[in-house]
């Protein structure tokens, strides 16, 4: 350590010097380092048993638990977000009303005891910022309807911003737009039907503190849009509709507008949770959450340059009940829960996208009851094996 910060007074002056700069990699810094584990790690959120699973990622995209699963102290967690350097998870609890502020441990899994923050009514799903600065809960409940923007801190602490009216009731799921300018909300009821009006997707401004501008609609998808996801250029966005059973796309403006893809929507039994891979090659599209009414499992789709979709040759990859997946950071394996089932199941990502599920899949989670959002990859890339 240099000298200058041995020297009366130093302290005073480093601490300063980090409030001037409020990088999401000091948080690592402050909080010691937190080092990616060989591997990777896939976390899931059981909604049954109230608590949060970490799997170890290995060959050949086999999991294996990083010791028992760690309790939200709450209530059915579902939606799940970590900070672009892996160090703070955020999972909601929707029947509790609170957010659970989880630490990562030095081989990925998951601290016990978490910081607990209250959240409006039932919130449902959970965004980080690509700056990793600002954290975003959609409050579904009937009497709320409001996103809630939270700044993070160094240390990886949510303190609230503000509450954002939506323009409809259910908010469900956002996804923010690569360059942090944009939000995007689906919203979805589980009392909608095939007969129910379609549902808007709502744009929001971010602004330069993270808090929101005035709500827009900017296009319409069917009803029961569980899932929303952006393509890594943020110049594609795609949406389930459930009850509607097809997928949606839409092109991005540079000004946040959508233009429907050509050929879309595309038709998709009970599609729920979908994600595009980190190359914007393929979109992979939880479908029949509902085990043991075929067709069922995670279709894989190939993305042509205008956006518009045509299935890969194994699709779809045949499993039951899956609602929530995630991709890992290099885009070799694919995970989705199984939610009567209480397991993940695993792929690896293949030449086309095809898929080759891995050995010993699927894998339990150690919990009960995986739900839609469940899912997720630590964001920072494995380490190099020295």
């Known amino acids: 350590m240099s000298s200058v910060f041995m020297r009366a007074g130093a302290a005073v002056l480093a601490a300063a010097a980090l409030l001037a700069v409020p990088s999401p990699a000091l948080a690592q810094a402050v909080?010691?380092?937190?080092?990616?584990?060989?591997?990777?790690?896939?976390?899931?959120?059981?909604?049954?048993?109230?608590?949060?699973?970490?799997?170890?990622?290995?060959?050949?995209?086999?999991?294996?638990?990083?010791?028992?699963?760690?309790?939200t102290d709450g209530k059915t967690p579902r939606?799940?977000?970590?900070?672009?350097?892996?160090?703070?998870?955020?999972?909601?609890?929707?029947?509790?009303?609170?957010?659970?502020?989880?630490?990562?441990?030095?081989?990925?899994?998951?601290?016990?005891?978490?910081?607990i923050v209250k959240t409006g009514d039932e919130p449902w799903g959970a965004t980080v910022s690509p700056n990793g600065r600002t954290l975003y809960v959609t409050n579904t409940g009937v009497d709320d309807a409001t996103i809630s923007a939270y700044r993070i801190g160094l240390d990886g602490t949510p303190t609230k911003l503000g509450d954002f009216k939506t323009t409809s009731d259910h908010p469900k799921q956002t996804v923010l737009?690569?360059?942090?300018?944009?939000?995007?909300l689906s919203y979805a009821d589980a009392d909608e039907t095939a007969d129910s009006p379609p549902r808007v997707i709502t744009r929001y401004t971010v602004l330069p503190d993270g808090t929101l501008g005035p709500a827009q609609d900017v296009a319409r998808a069917g009803p029961a849009n569980y899932g929303?996801?952006?393509?890594?250029?943020?110049?594609?966005?795609?949406?389930?509709?459930?009850?509607?059973?097809?997928?949606?796309g839409f092109r991005v403006g540079k000004d946040g507008s959508l233009k429907p893809v050509p050929g879309m929507p595309v038709s998709v039994r009970d599609p729920v949770g979908l994600k595009v891979t980190?190359?914007?090659?393929?979109?992979?599209?939880?479908?029949n959450f509902d085990a043991g009414s075929p067709p069922g499992g995670l279709l894989g789709f190939t993305i042509h340059a205008d956006g518009s979709l045509t299935p890969t040759a194994d699709s779809p990859a045949p499993t039951d009940g899956t609602s929530a997946v995630a991709i890992t950071p290099d885009g070799q394996?694919?995970?989705?829960?199984?939610?009567?089932t209480s397991?993940?199941?695993?792929?690896?990502?293949?030449?086309?996208?095809?898929?080759?599920?891995?050995?010993?899949?699927?894998?339990?989670t150690g919990g009960k009851h995986p739900l839609s959002q469940s899912v997720a990859v630590r964001p920072v890339p494995a380490a190099t094996p020295q």
């Open 343 to 364: 397991q993940v199941v695993a792929f690896a990502i293949e030449s086309g996208g095809t898929l080759k599920q891995a050995p010993g899949s699927p894998f339990p």
């Open 278 to 287: 980190p190359d914007g090659q393929h979109l992979y599209v939880c479908a």
């Open 228 to 248: 929303i996801t952006m393509s890594p250029d943020g110049g594609l966005l795609y949406v389930t509709s459930n009850v509607a059973q097809n997928v949606w």
């Open 333 to 340: 394996d694919i995970f989705a829960n199984i939610q009567d």
């Open 31 to 71: 909080a010691g380092p937190v080092l990616p584990p060989s591997g990777g790690v896939v976390y899931v959120t059981n909604a049954g048993s109230g608590n949060v699973s970490s799997l170890a990622i290995g060959p050949r995209a086999t999991l294996k638990l990083l010791g028992k699963p760690v309790s």
């Open 177 to 184: 737009s690569p360059d942090g300018r944009f939000l995007y």
């Open 79 to 115: 939606g799940i977000a970590l900070t672009p350097d892996g160090a703070t998870a955020y999972v909601v609890n929707s029947d509790s009303d609170t957010l659970s502020v989880f630490r990562v441990g030095a081989q990925g899994a998951l601290q016990p005891n978490p910081r």
